[in-house]
């Protein structure tokens, strides 16, 4: 009789273990799993302790696009990127306005960021270029009249140490300001500064 409680004990803890087995297995599967927009790896509460090195791994990057390709940042505002620099179009502007990382007036060798804003009654287009920082762009974060926003960056293939950033925000009455834009941070895939500018 002792035998077989000590048999079952020791299969009990054979289950058990295996059991454990089977749950890490899982963790490693539903971190393996398809990240999000934001690259992060989906919810579990049985993430191993190598998941901060995995979701580093895996920061988001600027969308590459092909020399002309447009991007609609909102209806009416479109954006593109030439070898030259940054082109854009708005509702009222739909001809197209240009802004040069050629001609002198950019140094691709410091970091920087730029901004445009260009709005109608229902939103605000803002976008920028942003060049010269250290690892690869990975986030925009804007501080606004309209609360902090995140936006999305593009880039031309094989890393031109340019690229251009842009967001949309909801308009507000007017507050004085000179600027709907405050401060905006480009981040790398490291998380650490790639290029700011502050305009108060």
């Known amino acids: 009789m002792k035998r077989t409680l000590k048999y079952l004990a020791g299969a009990a803890v054979t289950a058990a273990v295996a059991g454990m087995a089977a749950?890490?297995?899982?963790a490693t599967m539903a971190?393996?799993?398809p990240h999000d927009t934001s690259g992060r790896a989906p919810h579990s509460a049985t993430v191993t302790a190598a998941a901060p090195a995995a979701v580093a791994k895996h920061a988001p990057t600027p969308r590459i696009v092909?020399?002309?390709e447009r991007v609609t940042g909102a209806p009416g505002f479109e954006l593109?990127?030439?070898?030259?620099?940054?082109?854009?179009t708005t509702p009222d502007m739909p001809e197209g306005q240009f802004r040069s990382v050629v001609d002198g007036n950019v140094?691709?060798?410091?970091?920087?960021?730029?901004v445009q804003s260009e709005g109608t009654p229902e939103r605000v287009h803002l976008s920028g270029l942003y060049y010269g920082g250290k690892g690869t762009a990975s986030?925009?974060?804007l501080r606004t009249a309209a609360g902090t926003l995140r936006g999305e960056l593009i880039e031309l293939p094989g890393r031109p140490g340019w690229g251009v950033w842009y967001a949309v925000a909801d308009p507000v009455p007017n507050d004085g300001s000179w600027s709907f834009v405050s401060e905006v941070t480009v981040r790398n895939t490291k998380g650490k500064v790639y290029a700011s500018l502050s305009l108060r």
């Open 139 to 141: 986030t925009v974060e």
């Open 31 to 33: 971190y393996a799993a």
């Open 80 to 88: 593109w990127l030439t070898p030259e620099g940054k082109h854009w």
């Open 66 to 68: 092909q020399p002309g």
């Open 23 to 26: 749950v890490a297995g899982m």
């Open 107 to 114: 140094d691709l060798s410091r970091p920087g960021v730029s």
